[in-house]
């Protein structure tokens, strides 16, 4: 996707807006994160006037971006969804066949196009993995200033058949949020780091480690926090193994709880943990 010289995004146009992406994609890739963004975005959709999503880099088939739309039109029956590639060809081969109302297909990159309105939500996923790290801060700011107010970004990386995935939940912080925001709201206002896993194939967190986003996988290093988390989840992973006669997802759901008790910020309950998510505030309090 990228040129591996490039270390910034703000050099020319092209580099403003990103780089085409590779295209992998397969049906139901994306699942896993749509499933978080169906409970964390779900208030922030309903109670938006206008909720727009945007799928940036949604690859050479728009098979995930049509299936993000049936997905929250379940929950907010008014939603836009467009998908944004830089790939014209791309764009011309989704739009051109038969869409629902609401489901659009547009050519754009990290600066999402003015004439779409501000979206409440944008998911960008396997997009910056093959960019440079030092790259990912400005992406993200170029993606977040894009955002309506309380808006959020969801950037990471999954595997090819999404059963590992591993994603940021970042809320747009240039503008005021709505009054009703804070009432509602299950994404805080710093960043936040989610673990998810098809269980059952799960030998142990740490596989998690290869499908990090960009910022993270090349700091899974001894002395970082990363590398803190993934070997406390593992020796809990492991405490908890006489809870998998009963299940995969009870021996996950003991291992959050022991690693909420020893201090690390983990968000939610079991009704989350189980399905194999484990959502953090992100960095973590110092010190680990």
């Keep these: 996707m990228a040129n591996p010289r490039a270390g910034r995004l703000a050099a020319g146009r092209a580099r403003a807006l990103g780089l085409p992406t590779r295209g992998t994609t397969a049906p139901n890739r994306l699942r896993r994160i749509d499933r978080w963004l169906l409970d964390a975005a779900g208030p922030l959709l309903r109670g938006s006037a206008d909720p727009l999503v945007v799928d940036l880099g949604f690859g050479a088939s728009p098979v995930t971006a049509v299936e993000m739309y049936v997905r929250l039109r379940a929950v907010c029956p008014r939603v836009r969804v467009v998908g944004l590639e830089l790939d014209a060809d791309r764009v011309a081969a989704a739009a051109d066949a038969a869409r629902p109302p609401g489901l659009t297909f547009a050519r754009g990159g990290f600066a999402v196009p003015a004439d779409l309105g501000s979206p409440v939500v944008i998911r960008a996923l396997?997009?910056?993995?093959?960019?440079?790290?030092?790259?990912?801060?400005?992406?993200?700011?170029?993606?977040?200033?894009?955002?309506?107010?309380?808006?959020?970004?969801?950037?990471?990386?999954?595997?090819?058949?999404g059963r590992r995935a591993c994603w940021f939940g970042l809320r747009a912080t240039t503008a005021a949020e709505p009054a009703w925001l804070a009432a509602v709201a299950r994404v805080p206002a710093g960043p936040t780091l989610t673990l998810s896993a098809h269980l059952a194939s799960l030998r142990a967190p740490s596989e998690l480690a290869e499908r990090l986003p960009k910022s993270l996988i090349a700091r899974n290093v001894p002395g970082e926090d990363i590398h803190h988390l993934f070997a406390a989840l593992d020796a809990a992973w492991a405490r908890a193994a006489p809870r998998g006669v009963f299940s995969p997802r009870q021996r996950w759901i003991a291992a959050a709880r022991e690693l909420r008790a020893d201090?690390?910020?983990?968000?939610?309950?079991?009704?989350?943990?189980?399905?194999?998510e484990l959502t953090l505030d992100w960095p973590p309090p110092a010190p680990r």
Excluded: F
């Design 263 to 276: 201090g690390w910020p983990v968000r939610g309950d079991a009704r989350r943990w189980r399905l194999g």
């Design 126 to 161: 396997n997009v910056l993995r093959q960019y440079p790290e030092p790259a990912v801060a400005g992406a993200w700011a170029t993606m977040t200033a894009r955002l309506a107010p309380g808006g959020l970004l969801v950037e990471g990386t999954c595997d090819e058949i």
